[in-house]
């Protein structure tokens, strides 16, 4: 069985940093691409970033270039995203999902399995 679970958010002041970890289990093959989205209230989910497991090549939205920062440990079949220099428009649930094979990018149609999502609160 697929799984991942996102944990490490928390309500953070303006400029402040946090790291959301997504731990993964389960997959039935070693080639896939971890991405992390998130959703506002009211709004549609977004991509943040994305990193492919088989290269470790990343992407990131135009919105977060420079202030966060995607790793992966495969030792421990962990993907992270570091978020600095937060502000109140960060504020959102982030969902770490996977695209197993070939794919890389931050469509949301090509990721198959989602975590439960983990609460960012950025206050000014």
């Known amino acids: 069985e697929v799984q991942l679970v996102e944990s490490g958010g928390g309500l953070v002041q303006a400029g402040g940093s946090l790291r959301l970890s997504c731990a993964a289990s389960g997959f039935p093959a070693d080639d896939y691409a971890i991405g992390w989205f998130r959703q506002a209230p009211g709004k549609e989910r977004e991509g943040v970033s994305c990193i492919s497991t088989s290269d470790g090549s990343t992407h990131y939205a135009d919105s977060v270039k420079g202030r966060f920062t995607i790793f992966s440990d495969n030792a421990k079949n962990t993907v992270y995203l570091q978020l600095n220099s937060l502000k109140p428009e960060d504020t959102a649930v982030y969902y770490c999902?996977?695209?197993?094979?070939?794919?890389?990018?931050?469509?949301?149609?090509?990721?198959?399995?989602w975590g439960q999502g983990t609460q960012v609160t950025v206050s000014s």
């Open positions: 999902a996977a695209s197993p094979g070939s794919y890389y990018g931050l469509n949301l149609s090509e990721y198959v399995y």
